[in-house]
């Protein structure tokens, strides 16, 4: 269900209850408390351990949530050839650390459910961990936009309910130079609160709090995101290597290098199972926006081998943004192009379209909750499946005949414009762009009007 005191449709902004005895002086102290207190906090990982600790590896604690219907994979660290005892509720399984103390394990799969006590215990430790929920597991991961804390976003109420189905766990900023063994986070699993939600992704909680509502089973969510960051700081340098994609800088301490990120916040996730991936970057790569489409292709394979599974990704598409002259507003066409043909290519993949959103000078929008309704229905459309959900028209054919071009969209219904059939925001890009009028023909056609019918205003023919 969704969250007490909150009212939501795909689709539509969030109808936000405020109690009128609050008065507006109290309630922007409020705002700026709460705000100012998330500002404090740092995103920066703390340093890894000397050593690893003996026990279960660091995504596993207590308030977790565990990917349902799949097998669940343990592993951890003890002393060289001890028995170590798992279990997960009723299921129970034993193994035996190796020559260098690690070990591995594997319970039977379970459908959603919970609460269950996840225990794992050898001579060396004893690890128990209560709470445990059995669900979907999804991971955010970007740069600043999907960074962006619910705190800040002036569309997402600062109160609400909690919400004991939806975990959180937040993964710090880190960068190492190879595969860190080392999960670092910012405290570990929690229960969706008003409190931790606040420096929490404001996308990716909102996206959870979409999927708790329409399925109705526990979500965990991790976040792992690190603003101003190139995405082949997220793909495993070796991938990049094969593909010829490599770009470091000449700093070799540079974050933005081939791996940097995936070797420190995403490696370290080891064999989690996930029902999914939330994408949302591509900023930081507008600056140089050829082979974009191939980097985004090598982090889904890159990360598909990691988690040693077919991972669904969602990817955000990148909103309207004009910085001209410092980046050409062109720059951000041709890396959502890139984010439309991957998807497009892909077969297991869905495009949230966010064009209509955005600001032509913001880089950071603040509004967040209409993207992240998208991002879920999007999922539930094309992960999940579920037919009666309408995730908007999507390009299937363009046409040009003469002077008049049309292009064709699937839609569940028919194309609907906000004023008549006029429609704005289309150009023609060669060498350079024009603006194109245009108007929706049919049911499902947008067709640029020829000079003759534009300056008629007629209606063109059909081509």
Not at 183 to 204: K, P, Y
Not at 207 to 225: E, T
Not at 391 to 397: A, E, V
């Amino acid at each position: 269900m969704a969250p007490v005191g909150e009212i939501w449709k795909v689709g539509q902004m969030p109808i936000r209850r405020k109690s009128n005895n609050i008065s507006p002086i109290a309630a922007a102290l409020a705002l700026i408390f709460t705000a100012g207190t998330a500002t404090a906090q740092t995103r920066a990982a703390p340093p890894p351990p000397a050593v690893e600790r003996m026990g279960l590896d660091s995504v596993f604690g207590a308030n977790m949530v565990l990917q349902r219907d799949h097998p669940v994979r343990l592993w951890g660290r003890g002393k060289p050839g001890e028995r170590v005892a798992l279990s997960l509720g009723t299921a129970h399984a034993e193994v035996t650390a190796g020559v260098d103390g690690r070990w591995a394990g594997v319970l039977p799969a379970r459908p959603a459910g919970g609460p269950l006590v996840l225990r794992a215990s050898a001579p060396s430790f004893d690890d128990y961990y209560p709470n445990v929920l059995v669900g979907d597991v999804w991971l955010c991961s970007g740069q600043s936009n999907m960074e962006f804390r619910r705190s800040k976003a002036n569309d997402l109420d600062l109160d609400f309910a909690t919400d004991d189905g939806l975990r959180l766990l937040d993964i710090g900023r880190r960068q190492d130079a190879a595969p860190s063994p080392h999960l670092m986070t910012l405290g570990g699993w929690s229960i969706s609160a008003t409190a931790n939600a606040a420096n929490f992704s404001a996308i990716c909680h909102r996206f959870g709090q979409r999927l708790r509502a329409a399925l109705d089973v526990p979500i965990g969510l991790i976040s792992a995101s690190w603003g101003g960051t190139r995405i082949a700081a997220f793909i495993d340098a070796p991938t990049l290597d094969a593909r010829g994609l490599s770009t470091d800088d000449p700093d070799p301490a540079s974050r933005q290098n081939s791996g940097r990120l995936f070797n420190a916040m995403i490696a370290p996730l080891g064999a989690v199972t996930l029902r999914g991936v939330l994408w949302y970057q591509g900023e930081s790569d507008t600056h140089r926006p050829a082979g974009y489409r191939s980097k985004l292709a090598a982090l889904a394979a890159s990360w598909r081998k990691a988690f040693s599974q077919p991972l669904p990704f969602v990817v955000v598409q990148l909103p309207t943004f004009d910085p001209t002259p410092l980046d050409p507003s062109g720059n951000w066409a041709a890396v959502r192009e890139a984010q439309r043909r991957f998807v497009a290519d892909d077969g297991n993949a869905g495009l949230v379209v966010q064009i209509d959103q955005g600001s032509a000078t913001e880089l950071h929008p603040p509004e967040k909750a209409l993207v992240a309704e998208r991002s879920a229905a999007v999922a539930l459309a094309v992960i999940y499946r579920r037919k009666a959900i309408k995730i908007g028209p999507i390009l299937s054919r363009a046409r040009r005949t003469g002077n008049v071009i049309a292009l064709r969209f699937e839609v569940a219904e028919r194309l609907i414009a906000r004023k008549g059939d006029a429609v704005e925001g289309f150009e023609v890009c060669g060498e350079s762009c024009v603006k194109a009028a245009s108007r929706i023909v049919g049911r499902n056609r947008v067709q640029r009007m020829s000079a003759r019918s534009h300056a008629s205003d007629d209606s063109a023919s059909a081509s």
